[in-house]
């Protein structure tokens, strides 16, 4: 069942991200400098962390009523699809610092793994405060797996922390939406409102659309990019 108030909050983590995402882009072309613990820095984690806990929280609601995988297997296979459309691609583009487990990889594992305790969030709960804690390896074999320490790629998305917040966020789910119902009752724009409910294709082709812009205005040479 669709939350409009979540729906704007994912709009507003989606832009966010468009932004951020924006702001690595240039920093990778020389046109901007970053640095971990920056202002940039810190707002990826805020703008990630919000992203997939209401992912978590969307997965509660999802099942609040019928207990069906199938429920949200579509979307599973999508983010399945998408997630190594985008390995093949980065590899063949940036084949240095590739995605081998991003933040689509992430959440179709978590849409996976999580079904077990959709309804039964002390156990999602103790789950993701474990997830929190658990130590990565060095063995960078284990990046595939998101089991590994931070690795040079453009979107790396570990178990720790990532996975735990969206089951923290499912388990907090059934303490703010016991019911299913929003908590206002804004009247939110229903342009706005398309953002939030189209997260995965906007993701999937914003940064073609970034970099393209960057091409078409002389900041970037195409020869940079191929």
Request: overall charge neutral.
């Given at each position: ?5 979540l729906?704007?909050?994912?709009a507003?983590a989606?832009?966010?991200?468009l ?10 072309f020389?046109?901007m ?5 920056d202002m940039w ?7 990630a ?6 992912s ?6 999802a099942?609040r009523?019928e207990?069906?995988?199938?429920k ?6 999508r983010?399945?699809?998408?997630a190594?459309?985008?390995?093949i691609i ?5 084949p240095?610092v590739?995605?081998?487990?991003g ?6 594992l978590?849409?996976?793994?999580a ?9 999602a709960?103790?789950i993701?405060?474990?997830l929190l804690i658990?130590?990565l390896?060095s063995n960078s074999?284990l ?13 790396y998305?570990?178990?720790?922390p990532?996975l735990g917040?969206f ?13 299913g119902k929003p908590l206002?009752?804004i ?8 953002f ?11 940064q073609p659309?970034?970099?393209?812009l960057?091409?078409l205005?002389g900041q970037v040479p ?5």
């Amino acid at each position: 069942m669709r939350v409009d108030e979540l729906d704007s909050l994912r709009a507003t983590a989606l832009v966010l991200m468009l932004v951020l995402n924006f702001v690595t882009d240039l920093n990778h072309f020389g046109l901007m400098n970053t640095e971990t613990g920056d202002m940039w820095w810190w707002l990826a984690r805020i703008t990630a962390s919000l992203f997939v806990g209401i992912s978590g929280v969307s997965y509660f609601l999802a099942h609040r009523l019928e207990y069906d995988f199938t429920k949200t297997s579509g979307r599973t296979k999508r983010l399945i699809f998408w997630a190594f459309v985008i390995t093949i691609i980065t590899y063949i583009f940036e084949p240095s610092v590739y995605v081998r487990f991003g933040v689509l990889h992430l959440l179709a594992l978590a849409s996976i793994v999580a079904f077990p305790v959709a309804r039964k969030p002390e156990f999602a709960l103790g789950i993701g405060l474990i997830l929190l804690i658990i130590p990565l390896s060095s063995n960078s074999n284990l990046v595939w797996f998101g089991l590994s320490e931070t690795v040079i790629a453009v979107d790396y998305f570990p178990l720790n922390p990532w996975l735990g917040i969206f089951f923290i966020g499912l388990a907090l789910a059934s303490r703010i939406y016991p019911e299913g119902k929003p908590l206002t009752e804004i009247q939110w724009p229903e342009k706005w409102l398309w953002f939030g409910r189209n997260t995965l294709t906007i993701y999937v082709i914003h940064q073609p659309i970034l970099i393209g812009l960057l091409v078409l205005t002389g900041q970037v040479p195409l020869e940079a990019i191929l």
